[in-house]
């Protein structure tokens, strides 16, 4: 069953140890304003998958990070999100695979839920009966001699 949380709040999430960021919902309309980031468009025809993927974080993440929490400039005084801070955030590798798993996969696993289905035991085929015929096996012959 697919539960609805219909209040659409913004969550936190831990990326890494001390790192945590708060998050809109991945609705939707986020995805599709994504999907039009100057930079998703500007991609080069024949763009390698993983460009892609690193061009598709970056501009959710960019429309879906409200606020950190553990994130600081290079005199470890912290610092708001804004679209350089985040596009390093997510350079370095464990969390940008945490920022995948935990909120891009996580919407995308749902999306695929609902393209599944278990086979119906009431289904048109349920009751139907196997009507093909083994293949004749051929006949062994005497070895000539």
Same mark, same amino acid.
């Given at each position: 069953m697919l539960t609805l949380d219909l209040t659409n709040a913004p969550q936190w999430c831990d990326l890494?140890?001390?790192?945590?960021?708060r998050l809109r919902p991945l609705t939707t309309a986020l995805m599709v304003s994504a999907r039009g980031d100057p930079a998703i468009a500007d991609l080069p025809e024949g763009?390698?998958?993983?460009e892609a993927a690193l061009a598709?974080?970056?501009?959710?993440?960019?429309?879906?990070?409200?606020?950190?929490?553990?994130?600081? $400039? @290079?005199d470890g005084n912290?610092?708001? /999100?804004s *679209?350089?801070?985040?596009? %390093?955030?997510?350079?370095?590798?464990?969390?940008?695979?945490?920022?995948?798993?935990?909120?891009?996969?996580?919407?995308l696993l749902l $999306? @695929?839920?609902?393209?599944?289905?278990? /086979?119906? *035991?009431t289904?048109?085929? %349920?009751?139907?009966?196997?009507t093909a015929q083994p293949a004749a096996r051929p006949v062994p012959t005497a070895p000539r001699g």
């Open positions: 890494i140890p001390g790192v945590r960021v763009a390698a998958t993983e598709m974080a970056r501009a959710l993440a960019r429309r879906a990070i409200l606020e950190w929490e553990g994130i600081g $400039d @290079a912290p610092i708001e /999100p *679209p350089e801070a985040i596009d %390093a955030l997510l350079d370095i590798w464990p969390a940008f695979e945490a920022f995948q798993t935990s909120y891009i996969a996580k919407a $999306d @695929a839920e609902k393209n599944v289905s278990a /086979p119906l *035991p289904g048109p085929s %349920a009751g139907a009966k196997a």
